[in-house]
């Protein structure tokens, strides 16, 4: 009997390990992060240039968001998908107040989250490492509670 518990828990652990997503995140100086170091949060991962209206629109509500609930579960991450220099970028966020985390990536229409069809496009990430949903378009601080609400009375 004690065996089966303890092969079931083996593949429970498995199974939870495997839905985390490997996906490396490029920090401004340079230096290597990854979505996984994130798992255990709901990780909002939005994807953004300083040229996109709509990004730079949604960026306060992106940030109010990650003020309230960044000590309780949930953060924002960015991923500024230009080749900007690090200054540059460093410069912006700062005249934005864009405390929350901002990695450089590729403009791509595909990553390891899905599909990437326009700017913005956000991602919701569970805390078990599995993408909930995505938006196409702007977001704001209330949709996304909305749908960890819905999601988490399930």
Avoid at 69 to 83: K, L, P
Avoid at 105 to 134: C, D, I, N, W, Y
Avoid at 145 to 152: G, L, R, T, V
Wanted: aromatic residues 10%.
């Amino acid at each position: 009997m004690k065996l089966k518990y303890i092969v079931l828990l083996v593949l429970i652990a498995r199974s939870t390990i495997a839905l985390a997503i490997d996906m490396p995140l490029r920090k401004i100086d340079g230096t290597l992060d990854n979505l996984n170091d994130f798992k255990g949060n709901w990780v909002v991962v939005n994807y953004w240039a300083t040229w996109c209206p709509p990004c730079l629109a949604e960026m306060p509500d992106l940030q109010a968001f990650h003020d309230k609930y960044a000590n309780r579960g949930a953060m924002v991450i960015g991923i500024n998908a230009e080749n900007l220099a690090p200054d540059q970028l460093e410069n912006f966020l700062d005249s934005y107040f864009i405390t929350y985390p901002v990695y450089s990536g590729p403009l791509t229409q595909h990553s390891e989250l899905g599909s990437v069809p326009g700017l913005p496009t956000t991602f919701l990430v569970s805390p078990e490492g599995k993408v909930e949903a995505r938006q196409v378009g702007g977001i704001t601080s209330e949709m996304i509670e909305s749908f960890i609400n819905k999601w988490e009375a399930k």
